[in-house]
């Protein structure tokens, strides 16, 4: 490796899908011992750009040159053997293997056909201790955290002597705590000339760990500085091309009478004796740590699981929930967390999708009246600037921003007094953020309320009006000025 | 609109492929064609009345076949109505023919023509008659035109593949809702057994046998084919209620199915059974098409309206799409699946009422293998196994392909045993087909 050129040199990369052009000739470079942050809103290009050198996708136009060396990528295989490693949001683990085993997966060290099990145990021992953690050897990886498994990921990586490692996403799943412990590890990869290119949403972390950004917009380079040339307002303003002015829009609040009242929700150890009361024209943000029981305390509300004990009202009237049908017709609606897996059906078109909670209201006797469905989605295409070709795009293929806005618009139109959003803005970029949080202002102007359960502490203390702070499975503590909270104060309550 | 063009072929790409076949299957089995009966019988007479004008002496020879007869009846009726003499008929083999023309030779009557089938005109007893006959005059032998016409694309062959492919393709309706939820329904075949056991038992023992009113009939079907929603209702509540993979609970309906079958038939066919029962079977009232064949039409019409344009039939999509989204989202996700299942076991029983009705009996063999040449005529129309996608008018037109498939290898004199080997590689090929243009 010659310490005179770039570790990794992109040039010129083109890459078009049937009616997008995701590449237009964008340019990337690396050194050794570097982290580069790549930015940019959701459907600028990022992704694409790390599947061509990852050889998930083959480039239509451009070179990639890898530690001087021009080299053809045209499977995951060939980027493997050039050092790359990338690390996505999903990690590429078999869940029943054991740690040791995922590790070693495809390149198993064997003697005479067997495989050699007490060397792999040891080399896997000893990359964990490179990066200084512990981890269960035989543990299948359906059992590992997901910190656990990220580090599994890493160890995979440099056991084939990867000189770049992607990560993309990397701190998305992972708790605080969590993410200061990876951010321990990169500065090690870093000394030993690893070169790292990390995503993230998160302009905080961006701060802290990158050495360089390079930002993308619409399939092109938009810019490239090193961090302490670069403030936040211009990272922002970089990747959504116009100023922001703010990142949370202001609006005046209307806090009405009481909506939903809950007491004495409780389900194992997730939710133990958790109370709280909702009112009209009022954001509630529900945080804490990940693993909290915030999702676990909606999803009891909404009947997505059986709750041991507790009682929910609605107006003042009890509510029998057994089921999410039964919530949705009192008027409940809740925005899941993981919008792959449990708000959208991919397959399916944005117009089914959306369909889905409001074919009770959009058919008669039976049959769905598809014209009235075609117009009531319009509205809300327009109404939420949803960008799909057209109603019949299957959800799988809109953006992580767009996908979003299909289940937003899906509860809308439901027309729900209620509205509980777990990680509403999770992996979304900065332009549909902010659209989201003014949807969300309008739908307390309008009365409705809203519970917001969210870990980004900046986007809680920046909309909510009132902060429940939650600690394995209780209430640690309540904040009812959120103007006036701080970050310190929530964090306090959350590891109390 | 050429949008919906390009969807219409993704959807139903398979129709294409069906065409092929047919087209195919004329072509390697276009032979001569000998017309008989009335069509053929008005050929020879406007031959005979345009060379000999309208008081000819004809003998007429056909054989003893249903259509040779109506030629003959029809020919001796219309020439004897223009003023023609039929001097005699002869229906059966050649040495019959030879004794009417000994007979008329010996009486020294003469005649003008013989009309004859194409088959009759190459008997050898006419080859030469001046010699043989020589009192009879020069009598000509009048044959009806042959014409060329694929066998594959005569229409009681394409009936007889409809009629072949009904019992299936309903089963298969049924099938492709429980695949479209992301399940498996293997309990079919033996259902179909099961409900024609049923059926037939209900006919022997209650409904007074052979001597079996029709409201008694219609009751015994009914009966039989409601106690297979019930085995499908328990299938259902067993994947809904302790989720247990669909793939298990209807294997173990199987067998307990067709042990209740063999069971209840005592190891035998029963066919205690009027004869008027296989008019669901055998029977065609409107416009020749067989009652079986009507029935599937318009249960397939019902089935994709349901799929396409109801509430439930969305939410069959949803609930295989993605169950945990669709749940949440508010489906009711266990009623729906509950549905799938009691169709798909009503439809088998409907299956094993037809098939009783066609074999005019009621047999624990019944649908042996069945589940698997459903399951085949599902997934070659398209319908994806993970669940989630798949059109009614696909498993329609899989169904047709593997019957097209079966009918032509059996005209092109394929034996059976190769003809599993092609049916299994063609399953294979369509599934890689319709593989290969989604990844596309």
């Known amino acids: 490796m010659s310490d005179a050129g770039p570790l990794l040199e992109m040039r010129g990369i083109v890459k078009s899908f049937p009616g997008v052009q995701a590449l237009r000739g964008v340019d990337l470079s690396l050194l050794a011992g570097e982290v580069l942050a790549l930015l940019g809103e959701n459907g600028a290009g990022k992704s694409t750009l790390m599947k061509v050198l990852g050889g998930a996708y083959h480039a239509d136009e451009g070179t990639v040159t890898i530690g001087g060396r021009q080299t053809a990528i045209h499977s995951p295989q060939d980027s493997r053997s050039a050092g790359v490693a990338v690390i996505y949001q999903e990690f590429n683990l078999v869940p029943g293997l054991t740690a040791v085993e995922n590790i070693f997966l495809g390149q198993e060290v064997t003697r005479a056909g067997f495989v050699a099990q007490k060397q792999e145990r040891k080399r896997a021992a000893a990359l964990f201790k490179r990066l200084g953690v512990e981890i269960d050897l035989d543990a299948p990886c359906r059992r590992l955290t997901t910190a656990q498994r990220q580090l599994v990921e890493i160890a995979k990586a440099l056991a084939f002597d990867a000189r770049i490692i992607v990560m993309d996403e990397p701190s998305a799943a992972l708790t605080s705590h969590e993410v200061e412990r990876l951010f321990e590890i990169i500065p090690d990869l870093k000394s030993q000339g690893i070169g790292i290119i990390y995503i993230s949403h998160r302009l905080d972390e961006i701060f802290t760990i990158a050495d360089r950004v390079t930002v993308l917009r619409d399939g092109k380079n938009v810019g490239e500085r090193p961090i302490s040339q670069i403030a936040r307002n211009e990272m922002i303003e970089l990747m959504v091309g116009r100023e922001l002015k703010d990142e949370f829009p202001a609006r005046s609040r209307r806090i009405g009478a009481p909506r939903l009242q809950v007491s004495g929700l409780r389900r194992g150890r997730a939710v133990r004796d958790v109370s709280f009361v909702v009112r009209r024209g009022e954001i509630l943000a529900l945080t804490g740590l990940v693993g909290a029981g915030r999702t676990e305390t909606v999803r009891l509300i909404f009947g997505a699981d059986p709750r041991e004990a507790g009682e929910i009202r609605l107006d003042g009237i009890v509510l029998d929930i057994r089921s999410p049908q039964d919530a949705i017709a009192a008027g409940i609606g809740l925005l899941t967390e993981d919008r792959k897996l449990q708000g959208l059906v991919l397959g399916h078109s944005a117009r089914e999708n959306f369909g889905l909670p409001n074919l009770t209201w959009l058919s008669r006797r039976g049959f769905v009246q598809l014209g009235s469905e075609r117009e009531h989605f319009a509205r809300f295409v327009d109404q939420l600037r949803i960008k799909a070709p057209n109603q019949e795009q299957r959800a799988g293929n809109l953006s992580g921003g767009n996908q979003q806005k299909v289940v937003l618009a899906k509860w809308l139109a439901r027309n729900c007094d209620v509205l509980m959003f777990d990680e509403p803005t999770r992996g979304i970029d900065v332009g549909a953020k902010y659209e989201i949080y003014l949807l969300m202002n309008e739908l307390v102007l309008a009365g409705k309320s809203i519970v917001m359960i969210s870990s980004e502490l900046p986007e809680v203390l920046g909309m909510a009006d009132r902060i429940l702070v939650m600690h394995k499975g209780r209430v640690t503590g309540e904040i009812a000025d959120a103007r006036r909270a701080t970050q310190e104060q929530i964090m306090q309550l959350a590891v109390a | ?440």
């Open chain 2, 1 to 440: 609109m050429k949008h919906s063009l390009s969807r219409f072929l993704s959807d139903y790409g398979m129709i294409f492929v069906l065409l092929l076949l047919c087209a195919f299957f004329s072509v390697v089995t276009n032979s001569e064609q000998s017309p008989t009966g009335e069509a053929a019988a008005k050929q020879v007479i406007s031959a005979i009345q345009e060379q000999f004008g309208k008081t000819p002496r004809v003998l007429v020879a056909a054989s003893d076949r249903p259509g040779d007869t109506a030629f003959a009846a029809s020919i001796d009726r219309e020439l004897t109505a223009s003023g023609a003499h039929v001097v005699a008929i002869v229906k059966g083999e050649p040495k019959d023919a030879r004794e009417a023309l000994v007979k008329i030779n010996a009486a020294g009557g003469k005649l003008d023509a013989i009309a004859c089938t194409q088959a009759t005109g190459a008997w050898l007893v006419f080859s030469d008659l001046k010699t043989d006959f020589p009192a009879l005059g020069e009598p000509r032998i009048v044959t009806p035109r042959g014409y060329r016409w694929p066998n594959f694309l005569k229409p009681d062959n394409l009936l007889n593949i409809a009629n072949q492919i009904a019992v299936i393709a309903i089963v298969a309706i049924g099938m492709t809702m429980v695949i479209v939820t992301g399940g498996i329904d293997l309990s079919v075949g033996s259902l179909l057994a099961l409900s024609a056991v049923l059926a037939a038992r209900f006919i022997r023992d209650f409904a007074g046998g052979v001597n079996a009113t029709t409201s008694g009939m219609l009751l015994a079907c009914v009966a039989a084919i409601v106690l297979c929603g019930v085995v499908g209702a328990f299938s259902g509540a067993m994947i809904t209620q302790f989720s247990i993979p669909p793939f298990i609970v209807t294997l173990a309906m199987m067998l307990v199915g067709s042990g209740v079958a063999y069971i209840l038939a005592e190891g035998q066919s029963i066919y205690q059974i009027p004869d008027s029962f296989v008019w669901l079977g055998r029977g065609a009232d409107f416009i020749s098409l067989p009652n079986a064949v009507v029935l599937m039409f318009i249960l397939y019409a019902l089935a994709h309206i349901l799929m396409s344009r109801m509430k439930l039939g969305r939410y069959l999509y949803a609930v295989g799409g993605n169950g945990e989204a669709a749940r949440l989202s508010g489906v009711p996700v266990k009623p729906v699946l509950m549905f799938a299942y009691i169709a798909s076991a009503l439809l088998a029983g409907l299956g094993g009422v037809i098939m009783a009705s066609q074999l005019k009996s009621g047999s624990a063999t019944y649908g042996n293998m069945y589940e698997l040449y459903v399951i085949a005529a599902v997934v070659v129309g398209g319908t994806s196994l993970s669940g989630g996608e798949g059109k009614m008018l696909g498993t329609l037109t899989g169904a047709f392909t593997i019957a097209v498939i079966q009918n032509g290898m059996n005209l092109t004199n394929v034996e059976s045993y190769t003809q599993k080997v092609v049916l299994g590689l063609v399953i294979l090929g369509a599934v890689l087909v319709d593989k290969l243009r989604h990844a596309r």
